[in-house]
């Protein structure tokens, strides 16, 4: 599974699963959309400032799926918002490797690990596997979760260090929240196309043609989700601006919808399997 030519960024309110009464239902609707952006590729989450503010239970659910399974135990600790993680279902993406074995891992492979231990100019990182990975280089804090491409297994399981943007291959999603104002998130120079979706916005069909060519040529694509009370459109428009001002598509991807309202979760995977048929 390669990674995209484009980034794509997805952002979605921190009131999204407020309307459910229990943590169960969060938890479901938060493994709907953690499954969404991993299906189709996303790079990050934005989780943009909304009331009710449920950024926290968001933050660790979405964090614990994206997360490689061998790396549970360093990286979180007991907490109430994971009381049904395990309800979770598994991402499968390259980044969630089933080998346990070093016998079936090879050299030039990338795995992810925690950092456990070291001394001098070399380090340990937990990689999953009946041994750890020895890393040559100044030593990052213990604890901190980082990328390894495997080098050598025999003497001695070694590897390197290496950035996420170097990996060929989709390495998941990052997660991030926004203090700004949506509209200040989505005016930002970081993004070459910016696309609102809501129900009120143009016919998906209507505005086809002119999004894929302006999809292929960005580099770096905001896609912006709203909430079950209110639609990206009304927010925008009350912090006081006009959002065919700021955004470059608000498009309406459901049209014809059979029921009165479109959950989050629901308008992000139905978008993102419109927008996954344009060419890279």
């Known amino acids: 599974m390669m990674k995209r030519r484009n980034s794509i960024t997805i952002a979605v309110p921190a009131s999204m ?67 049904y993680a395990g309800t979770l279902p ?35 990182v937990d990689i999953g596997l009946e041994v750890p990975i020895e890393v040559r280089g100044k030593p990052p804090t213990k604890g901190a979760r980082i990328t390894v491409e495997v080098m050598e297994k025999e003497p001695k399981l070694s590897g390197r260090s290496v950035k996420k943007k170097a990996i060929p291959e989709y390495w998941g999603y990052d997660l991030r929240g926004n203090k700004r104002r949506l509209s200040d998130l989505v005016h930002s120079p970081e993004w070459d196309l910016t696309i609102g979706t809501s129900r009120i916005g143009e016919p998906y069909d209507d505005v086809k043609t002119r999004l894929e060519a302006d999809w292929i040529e960005a580099e770096n694509t905001l896609i912006v989700f709203g909430s079950y009370k209110e639609g990206v459109g009304e927010m925008i428009e009350r912090e006081g601006r006009k959002p065919e001002e700021i955004f470059d598509y608000m498009i309406n991807t459901i049209t014809d919808q059979g029921t009165a309202t479109v959950r989050t979760e629901e308008a992000v995977m139905s978008t993102l399997a419109i927008l996954n048929t344009f060419k890279e």
């Open 90 to 124: 598994p991402l499968r993406t390259p980044h969630h490797p089933l080998e346990e074995s070093l016998s079936m891992i090879e050299v030039g492979d990338f795995r992810d690990g925690v950092v456990i231990g070291g001394s001098g100019y070399n380090y340990d």
């Open 17 to 83: 699963v407020a309307e459910f009464n229990n943590l169960r239902d969060k938890t479901t609707a938060l493994a709907q959309l953690g499954r969404a952006a991993a299906i189709y590729r996303v790079d990050q989450i934005i989780i943009y400032r909304d009331q009710p503010d449920e950024s926290i239970t968001m933050k660790y659910i979405l964090g614990y799926m994206e997360t490689p399974q061998y790396l549970r135990k360093h990286l979180f600790d007991v907490r109430p918002e994971l009381q």
